[in-house]
């Protein structure tokens, strides 16, 4: 092969079909949410130049590229999730040996990325948001009750909330599998979050039933692909219900049930939780991620420090 490749040279290898099947193969590990973003990238490239080769996908093509997403809106931290997808495609292009390893174009191409804020509440925002006085029996009371929730117990992100069930917990821990990295996970329940339990659990309750009765019950036998939209679904209505408590409540900053990860791990590290155990308890594949929530921890000790300097 490397033979015949010296003397009549290389056929260009297209880029596009080799990442339409590498899409497939993901949609067929049911990967739903990865499937539909690669096909959003894609989608994108094709849009930037219809036809495109390997050999094509050079530093400069990166850099011209990185230039006209910009201009078509998409943020700094948009174009590195864009351009992840991309090196992902071209390494796998690399594993199956239709590239090599010194054309990779992200050996010489530098992706950038710019800080976000993350935004948590303070113990006494946090204390304002549970005093909000919400209808029982009513979404909004549901929805303010699983940001409570993950607020004391690790932070979950709300795709895990929405599928806890019955089964998942025995009474002391919740014992599941998280869905972003497939990793297992045990959380000792504190005292608020077995009261939110006791609050929604009912007589002639089944194992496989949902403990935030949100999802259909049959939701798993639709298969993968109606996972997603129904997670994306509540996530939305979710979010639209916790704005209107923010307000309520006389909270300044604009929450998304995200920031009941951020207000988790920022309380753990002021309460002395060791960074390795916040990061275990988070479902942090590498402590690094866990390490931005620190150095907010840090940076706020520094500010505490300069009332001396008045």
């Not at 994108?44 to 080769?53: G, P, R, V």
């Not at 230039?67 to 495609?89: M, V």
């Not at 009912?202 to 692909?225: M, Q, S, V």
Request: proline share 3%.
């Amino acid at each position: 092969k490397q033979l015949k490749e010296k003397v009549l040279g290389q056929a260009p290898k297209p880029f596009y079909p080799f990442a339409d099947e590498y899409a497939e193969r993901i949609n067929v590990e049911n990967r739903i949410g990865t499937y539909d973003r690669v096909r959003t990238v894609i989608k994108k490239m094709k849009k930037y130049k219809e036809e495109l080769y390997f050999s094509e996908v050079t530093p400069v093509f990166l850099k011209e590229y990185e230039t006209y997403l910009t201009k078509q809106g998409n943020r700094i931290n948009t174009i590195h999730s864009n351009f992840k997808i991309i090196r992902a495609i071209y390494n796998e292009a690399f594993r199956q040996g239709l590239v090599k390893f010194e054309d990779n174009p992200f050996l010489r191409y530098k992706m950038k990325t710019e800080k976000t804020t993350r935004v948590y509440l303070t113990e006494e925002e946090l204390k304002k948001f549970e005093e909000v006085e919400v209808t029982p029996g009513t979404k909004m009371e549901l929805h303010k009750d699983m940001f409570i929730f993950s607020c004391y117990t690790g932070g979950l992100r709300i795709s895990d909330i929405l599928q806890l069930q019955w089964k998942h917990f025995d009474g002391t821990h919740i014992n599941f599998k998280v869905k972003k990295t497939n990793s297992q996970i045990v959380i000792k329940v504190p005292t608020k979050g077995l009261e939110i339990f006791d609050k929604y659990h009912k007589k002639g309750l089944r194992p496989n039933d949902f403990i935030f009765d949100i999802l259909p019950a049959t939701i798993y036998k639709e298969g993968a692909k109606a996972l997603d939209p129904a997670l994306s679904s509540a996530t939305a209505y979710i979010d639209k219900n916790l704005k209107t408590l923010q307000e309520k409540a006389e909270i300044e900053k604009k929450i998304s049930f995200h920031t009941s990860r951020h207000t988790w791990s920022t309380r753990a590290l002021r309460k002395g939780v060791s960074i390795d155990k916040v990061s275990k308890l988070m479902g942090h594949a590498a402590i690094k991620e866990t390490q931005v929530y620190a150095r907010i921890v840090s940076e706020e000790l520094d500010k505490a420090m300069d009332v001396f300097n008045d």
